[in-house]
């Protein structure tokens, strides 16, 4: 069973920083892909960044330079670094993982079968 549990969303002014983590079970975490997605208010699921099991990165076009995907082995932790934050970032973001996959990671919703209840990233101007 893939358990995925994140945390530190919260408020930020605009140009600001925020770290998000999520809790991964240990299956999930070693041997498939898994990734961050975000959904804002009346817009579709958007996907942010993958790793693979190596630690290989995908991103989204328009975020990378921006974000950062990243892997705590020690910890069984994935996590998102934000930074330049604007208010166009304000989404929930879920952490997912892709049980059919460990390497060349996507960005496709389908493609993810488990998700996070995801957290909250609100940026003010």
């Known amino acids: 069973q893939v358990q995925l549990v994140e945390s530190g969303g919260g408020s930020v002014q605009a140009g600001g920083s925020l770290r998000i983590s999520c809790s991964v079970s240990?299956?999930?975490?070693?041997?498939?892909?898994i990734a961050w997605f975000r959904q804002a208010p009346g817009k579709e699921r958007e996907g942010v960044a993958a790793?693979?099991?190596?630690?290989?990165?995908t991103y989204a076009n328009s975020l990378k330079g921006r974000f950062t995907i990243s892997k705590d082995y020690t910890r069984n932790t994935l996590s998102l670094e934000m930074n330049s934050l604007k208010p166009e970032d304000t989404a929930l973001y879920y952490c997912?993982?892709?049980?059919?996959?460990?390497?060349?990671?996507?960005?496709?919703?389908?493609?993810?079968?488990?998700w996070g209840q995801g957290t909250q990233v609100t940026v003010s101007s």
């Open positions: 997912v993982a892709d049980t059919r996959r460990f390497y060349n990671c996507g960005l496709y919703a389908m493609d993810y079968s488990y």
């Open positions: 240990v299956d999930a975490f070693s041997h498939y892909c």
């Open positions: 790793i693979d099991i190596e630690g290989s990165t």
